[in-house]
RNA sequence: GGCGGCUUGGCGGAAUGGUAGACGCGCUCGACUCAAAAUCGAGUUCCAAAAGAGUGUGGGUUCGAGUCCCACAGCCGCUACCA
């Protein structure tokens, strides 16, 4: 390929300007106390999602955000602002580790290495990092605080009365044992069934099985000891405090879900007791662990189990009831014959072969064990199910209803046990219909609901004759396909005792009372969020900085931090859940007979709290100073309300850290903020998610597609301010868009113009710039024009309306014979936080002195925007009939005398009526007549 | 299935309820050149043009709707038996 002829030579002063910046600490930003500190400005904290280093490098959508941020960052700097703009690796993670065991490289070499590549990528796009703040996760002065962090985690539980978390050294104070205290921490051991893939020799989060199973690891359930964070504590506050920030309402949302509150009730169901014989006992003995022995008679009493509903109002329909096939009160329950009570209601309705043999019942607990949740998932048209033989009792009513276990129902969620009704939950309905359980309903929609009105007859049918109601429904299970069963919204109450005639809601309060009154239940909210699962087995991580003494932890003390992890030969998971640190023995036995913690934290440990870091990133005694913490906590501004909530201004990046990374970071602010630590109830104030730079082809990047833009390759063929500029032109930052090469062509011709009105082929000042006063009134309204509309386009993040506007206003100095230099030099301050290298160049070219990074914004007269004559757009019955030059303050008489002299007006008007005229001074006029 | 987002020329995209298509790409023509590239200038929603039509579809509100309301379709993303 032939040496291409660049339109300016970005190649040379791109390098040379970066040199610049970097030697002269253009863009570093002192704390409180520190030399250079102003204390009249105020504060601007802009953040990025810190990358993780992977061996691949930057792809084209890092430089999308990280332009973003930067224009915003240069733009406040010119305003007068204190700006915390950093950048660091977020560079722990199994990516590394599994590269180590394949090289046989320490991950920290590759890491280094990694992080090298993409700081030289960093740089070579000329962002304004203030490179002194830089920090990596796996710097041991970090691993220190993370585990100084963790450290305040466990030590504190959460008290129910102040809804906050506080020190267990309170408990102590009180009396409180040592387990009792272990019960209560905010992170905990807790045996939970896990997904452990034994060629990674780690347990994997739910969100990271998919990624690893795609690359051909096998991963599989089972119970194992962990650490765990109760972030379950904090769903209400996680909830509440959404309100507060100025992020995209998709994501609010998104948390929301994923938090997952319900407000519903929890009903207790107790059991018949079943008397067994001899016989039975032993066989029954041989498949379960049994809780107790039956007594004397051969009755086994057996706990009342809850449930929790969203629709206690539909008690009165709950025919059956459903146990996960992990529910440890299976163990409990036992096929029988016939209950010697069985009530009337049930005789002749179930067949003895429905109910299921012990083995059956194992043998479907075991299927269902050896599923994932994504098979159960995948399989979930299909309903199974096994009767357990055993009854409970509707509480309501007395019934006796039978028990079943099915997969639909989960363990992880509420308590593992449902009261089904089949006639107003679809799921239900599904699993009694193919089951042939009774259908029951209780709920009649709002009038108008043709099934219902069937059902209803003369509207009192349905609530004094309930058999009636069942046969008629027998004939008709084409109802269900109408979609008109089950019946899942709110309605009128009906079957259904003392609720009779009630709306779903008081339906659902009256309920609850009448639950609480009996001491058959309580209302609850129940959150489909889980504690925090926080351990991994893996090598490239934070260890936990606890021991073991006696089977309890204990916490090391601060003065041992940081506690790194010792050098391994070998990283290779040895297939069992044994942590890859208990291979290192003289690490983890301690002279005292205590043992280390073996497990390692995750990857998200060392997010949770990085743009604290970057407040004070070199301070050994604590985390982040109190000067810096309420420096860079000050006067962050609010669009919905005037307190002020989050830390950081803004903070932008993708959307795949939506729940996990923005959720668990969330957490851990909560707890310092509880602790006292932080002053900001939230991390974030306000957050925008850059949308996905798609491949030329549409699709999304990818190796496989071939499709992958390498910016590095783009750089050197047109240079980083085009790349960064194009990138902001592409479309709005939160869209989805396609790269285009020949969009970035554009832009760069964009710039090329750019050097040509200043500088000439052979590299002077171009003689079309004249130091003298703009004479030419249009060309100064444009720039003034475009100094107004591009400050507004930053704020307001639409970074390609703001390039357009330049590229009008560039247009406009073409067009223009000279170029006066004021003029020029306040568009170079415009552009410069898009296209930083250029602008200086040129600037310096011109004979401008100093830094243009380091000028002021432009400023421009209000009186120069002033137009005083417009083109009206005349309408005749809202359709545009012509355009009249006229004064822009002209009065509607005047404005309506020349619309009617217009020919083309007059023509659409001819013969008619005028009915009405509407006016808008400088825009339009429009005449209805009929 | 649920939730969210999107739908405007050949393409990326602009439009406080007020001229639809700014700006850029592409294309066409012209200038410069021996020639090409680059550059500069003119043009470019559709229809040969006048008239007219036109922002996924169908309704509505309004003097006026890409924009607001209702219904529907298509595409993308996330989530998934959450009781």
């Given at each position: 390929m032939s040496e291409t002829r660049k339109p300016f030579p970005f190649d040379e002063f791109e390098p040379k300007w970066q040199a610049r910046w970097d030697s002269e600490k253009t863009f570093r930003t002192p704390n409180?106390?520190?030399?250079?500190?102003?204390?009249s400005k105020p504060k601007y904290y802009v953040l990025d999602m810190f990358?993780?280093?992977?061996?691949?490098?930057?792809?084209v959508g890092h430089p999308e955000g990280y332009t973003a941020t930067d224009i915003i960052g240069r733009y406040k700097r010119m305003k007068g602002f204190n700006v915390l703009h950093p950048m660091g690796y977020d560079s722990f993670g199994l990516p590394a580790e599994q590269y180590a065991i394949k090289t046989g490289q320490h991950p920290a070499i590759t890491t280094a290495a990694n992080i090298e590549t993409f700081r030289r990528q960093l740089k070579s796009l000329g962002?304004?990092?203030?490179?002194?703040?830089e920090i990596a996760t796996t710097d041991p002065e970090y691993v220190r605080w993370t585990q100084w962090i963790f450290l305040e985690i466990y030590n504190s539980y959460f008290c129910e009365e102040t809804n906050t978390a506080r020190p267990v050294s309170e408990l102590e104070a009180k009396g409180w044992s040592r387990d009792e205290i272990d019960n209560v921490r905010l992170a905990f051991v807790a045996d939970t069934p896990v997904w452990w893939s034994p060629d990674l020799g780690t347990v994997l989060a739910n969100e990271e099985v998919e990624e690893w199973k795609s690359k051909g690891h096998t991963v599989e359930r089972r119970p194992l000891r962990q650490w765990m964070l109760r972030i379950t504590k904090y769903a209400q506050r996680l909830i509440d405090e959404l309100d507060t920030l100025d992020w995209p309402e998709g994501i609010k949302l998104l948390q929301k879900n994923w938090i997952g509150r319900s407000e519903g009730a929890e009903v207790a169901f107790s059991f018949l007791p079943n008397k067994m014989v001899a016989a039975e006992i032993s066989e029954w003995k041989l498949v379960n662990e049994p809780p107790g022995e039956p007594d004397k008679f051969g009755e086994l009493h057996i706990d009342p189990v809850k449930v929790f509903t969203?629709?206690?109002?539909?008690l009165y329909g709950a025919t059956y009831m459903v146990l996960a096939p992990?529910?440890?009160m299976v163990g409990f329950l036992h096929p029988n014959?016939?209950?010697?009570?069985?009530?009337e209601l049930w005789k002749g309705e179930l067949?003895?072969?429905?109910?299921?043999?012990y083995s059956a019942i194992n043998a479907y607990r075991q299927a269902c064990a050896a599923k994932s949740d994504l098979e159960r998932g995948d399989l979930n048209k299909d309903k199974s199910g096994v009767f357990t033989g055993a009854f409970a009792v509707?509480?309501?009513?007395g019934e006796k209803i039978p028990v079943w276990i099915a997969d639909?129902?989960?363990?992880?969620?509420?308590?593992?046990?449902i009261m089904a009704v089949p006639a107003h939950d679809e799921r239900d309905y599904e699993f009694a219909h193919k089951y042939q359980i009774k259908i029951k309903p209780v709920v009649a929609p709002e009038a108008g609901d043709t099934f219902m009105l069937e059902l209803l007859g003369d509207s009192q049918e349905l609530c004094r004759d309930r058999d009636a109601l069942l046969k008629r429904y027998a004939t008709k299970p084409e109802l269900y396909h109408d979609g008109l069963?089950?019946?899942?919204?709110e309605g009128i109450a009906v079957n259904?005792?003392?609720?009779?005639?009630?709306?779903t809601k008081e339906a659902k309060s009256k309920m609850i009372g009448w639950l609480v009154e009996n001491e058959k239940g309580d209302r609850k909210i129940q959150f489909k969020l889980r504690d925090w699962l926080f351990s991994r087995q893996r090598y490239w991580g934070e260890p936990f900085p606890i021991v073991w003494k006696d089977g309890k932890h204990q916490a090391i003390s601060d003065?041992?931090?940081?506690l790194l992890a010792p050098p391994l030969e070998d990283y290779k998971?040895?297939?069992?859940?044994?942590?890859?640190?208990?291979?290192a023995t003289d690490w983890v036995q301690l002279p005292d007979g205590s043992i280390r913690e073996t497990n390692t934290m995750p990857q998200w440990a060392g997010s949770c709290w990085y743009y604290l870091r970057?407040?004070?990133?070199?301070?050994?005694?604590?985390?982040?100073s109190k000067e810096a913490e309420a420096y860079w906590s000050?006067?962050?501004?609010s669009s919905i309300n005037n307190t002020q909530c989050g830390m950081v201004d803004l903070y932008v990046g993708g959307?795949?850290?939506?729940v996990l990374h923005l959720l668990y970071a969330r957490f851990w602010h909560k707890v310092l903020f509880d602790l006292g630590?932080?002053?900001?109830?939230?991390?974030?104030q306000k957050l925008v998610n850059q949308g996905l730079i798609m491949g030329?082809?549409?699709?999304?990047?990818?190796k496989s597609r071939g499709n992958v833009v390498n910016p590095d390759d783009v750089v050197s063929a047109y240079g980083a301010d085009s790349l960064r500029l194009y990138e902001m032109f592409?479309?709005?930052?939160e869209q989805v868009k396609p790269w285009q090469m020949k969009g970035v062509e554009g832009v760069s011709r964009f710039l090329a113009r750019v050097w040509r009105l200043a500088v000439?082929?052979?590299?002077?000042?171009?003689?079309?710039?004249?130091?003298?006063?703009?004479?030419d009134k249009e060309l100064l309204r444009v720039v003034s024009e475009t100094i107004k509309k591009v400050g507004e386009d930053i704020e307001k993040l639409s970074f390609n309306t703001a390039i357009s506007q330049m590229m009008i206003c560039t247009n406009a100095f073409t067009q223009a014979d000279t170029v006066p230099l004021a003029e020029f030099v306040h568009f170079l301050k415009v552009l410069n936080p898009f296209a930083p290298h250029i602008t200086e160049e040129i600037h310096s070219r011109i004979?401008?002195?100093?830094l243009l990074s380091e000028t002021e914004w432009p400023t421009y007269d209000?009186?120069?925007?002033?137009?005083?004559?417009c083109e009206l757009v005349v309408q005749v019955n809202g359709k545009l009939r012509d355009r009249i030059w006229m004064a822009?303050?002209?009065?509607e008489e005047t404005a309506k005398e020349l619309a009617l002299a217009s020919p083309k007006v007059q023509e659409h008007i001819d013969g008619k009526t005028m009915r009405k005229i509407i006016y808008v001074p400088g825009k339009i006029l429009n005449l209805v007549a009929n």
């Amino acid at each position: 390929m032939s040496e291409t002829r660049k339109p300016f030579p970005f190649d040379e002063f791109e390098p040379k300007w970066q040199a610049r910046w970097d030697s002269e600490k253009t863009f570093r930003t002192p704390n409180p106390g520190e030399e250079g500190f102003d204390a009249s400005k105020p504060k601007y904290y802009v953040l990025d999602m810190f990358p993780y280093p992977s061996g691949a490098g930057l792809h084209v959508g890092h430089p999308e955000g990280y332009t973003a941020t930067d224009i915003i960052g240069r733009y406040k700097r010119m305003k007068g602002f204190n700006v915390l703009h950093p950048m660091g690796y977020d560079s722990f993670g199994l990516p590394a580790e599994q590269y180590a065991i394949k090289t046989g490289q320490h991950p920290a070499i590759t890491t280094a290495a990694n992080i090298e590549t993409f700081r030289r990528q960093l740089k070579s796009l000329g962002f304004g990092y203030d490179w002194d703040r830089e920090i990596a996760t796996t710097d041991p002065e970090y691993v220190r605080w993370t585990q100084w962090i963790f450290l305040e985690i466990y030590n504190s539980y959460f008290c129910e009365e102040t809804n906050t978390a506080r020190p267990v050294s309170e408990l102590e104070a009180k009396g409180w044992s040592r387990d009792e205290i272990d019960n209560v921490r905010l992170a905990f051991v807790a045996d939970t069934p896990v997904w452990w893939s034994p060629d990674l020799g780690t347990v994997l989060a739910n969100e990271e099985v998919e990624e690893w199973k795609s690359k051909g690891h096998t991963v599989e359930r089972r119970p194992l000891r962990q650490w765990m964070l109760r972030i379950t504590k904090y769903a209400q506050r996680l909830i509440d405090e959404l309100d507060t920030l100025d992020w995209p309402e998709g994501i609010k949302l998104l948390q929301k879900n994923w938090i997952g509150r319900s407000e519903g009730a929890e009903v207790a169901f107790s059991f018949l007791p079943n008397k067994m014989v001899a016989a039975e006992i032993s066989e029954w003995k041989l498949v379960n662990e049994p809780p107790g022995e039956p007594d004397k008679f051969g009755e086994l009493h057996i706990d009342p189990v809850k449930v929790f509903t969203t629709r206690p109002d539909t008690l009165y329909g709950a025919t059956y009831m459903v146990l996960a096939p992990e529910h440890p009160m299976v163990g409990f329950l036992h096929p029988n014959v016939w209950p010697d009570n069985t009530p009337e209601l049930w005789k002749g309705e179930l067949e003895p072969a429905r109910v299921s043999p012990y083995s059956a019942i194992n043998a479907y607990r075991q299927a269902c064990a050896a599923k994932s949740d994504l098979e159960r998932g995948d399989l979930n048209k299909d309903k199974s199910g096994v009767f357990t033989g055993a009854f409970a009792v509707n509480p309501v009513n007395g019934e006796k209803i039978p028990v079943w276990i099915a997969d639909y129902v989960m363990m992880g969620y509420g308590t593992g046990a449902i009261m089904a009704v089949p006639a107003h939950d679809e799921r239900d309905y599904e699993f009694a219909h193919k089951y042939q359980i009774k259908i029951k309903p209780v709920v009649a929609p709002e009038a108008g609901d043709t099934f219902m009105l069937e059902l209803l007859g003369d509207s009192q049918e349905l609530c004094r004759d309930r058999d009636a109601l069942l046969k008629r429904y027998a004939t008709k299970p084409e109802l269900y396909h109408d979609g008109l069963l089950p019946f899942h919204g709110e309605g009128i109450a009906v079957n259904s005792g003392f609720l009779d005639g009630l709306p779903t809601k008081e339906a659902k309060s009256k309920m609850i009372g009448w639950l609480v009154e009996n001491e058959k239940g309580d209302r609850k909210i129940q959150f489909k969020l889980r504690d925090w699962l926080f351990s991994r087995q893996r090598y490239w991580g934070e260890p936990f900085p606890i021991v073991w003494k006696d089977g309890k932890h204990q916490a090391i003390s601060d003065s041992e931090l940081p506690l790194l992890a010792p050098p391994l030969e070998d990283y290779k998971p040895s297939g069992s859940p044994e942590p890859i640190l208990t291979k290192a023995t003289d690490w983890v036995q301690l002279p005292d007979g205590s043992i280390r913690e073996t497990n390692t934290m995750p990857q998200w440990a060392g997010s949770c709290w990085y743009y604290l870091r970057y407040c004070d990133p070199s301070n050994s005694d604590r985390f982040i100073s109190k000067e810096a913490e309420a420096y860079w906590s000050s006067n962050t501004q609010s669009s919905i309300n005037n307190t002020q909530c989050g830390m950081v201004d803004l903070y932008v990046g993708g959307t795949e850290h939506a729940v996990l990374h923005l959720l668990y970071a969330r957490f851990w602010h909560k707890v310092l903020f509880d602790l006292g630590h932080v002053r900001t109830p939230e991390p974030f104030q306000k957050l925008v998610n850059q949308g996905l730079i798609m491949g030329e082809d549409g699709q999304k990047m990818s190796k496989s597609r071939g499709n992958v833009v390498n910016p590095d390759d783009v750089v050197s063929a047109y240079g980083a301010d085009s790349l960064r500029l194009y990138e902001m032109f592409m479309g709005p930052l939160e869209q989805v868009k396609p790269w285009q090469m020949k969009g970035v062509e554009g832009v760069s011709r964009f710039l090329a113009r750019v050097w040509r009105l200043a500088v000439t082929e052979e590299g002077g000042v171009s003689p079309k710039i004249q130091d003298a006063p703009c004479s030419d009134k249009e060309l100064l309204r444009v720039v003034s024009e475009t100094i107004k509309k591009v400050g507004e386009d930053i704020e307001k993040l639409s970074f390609n309306t703001a390039i357009s506007q330049m590229m009008i206003c560039t247009n406009a100095f073409t067009q223009a014979d000279t170029v006066p230099l004021a003029e020029f030099v306040h568009f170079l301050k415009v552009l410069n936080p898009f296209a930083p290298h250029i602008t200086e160049e040129i600037h310096s070219r011109i004979g401008g002195e100093g830094l243009l990074s380091e000028t002021e914004w432009p400023t421009y007269d209000e009186s120069a925007l002033i137009r005083t004559e417009c083109e009206l757009v005349v309408q005749v019955n809202g359709k545009l009939r012509d355009r009249i030059w006229m004064a822009m303050d002209a009065p509607e008489e005047t404005a309506k005398e020349l619309a009617l002299a217009s020919p083309k007006v007059q023509e659409h008007i001819d013969g008619k009526t005028m009915r009405k005229i509407i006016y808008v001074p400088g825009k339009i006029l429009n005449l209805v007549a009929n």
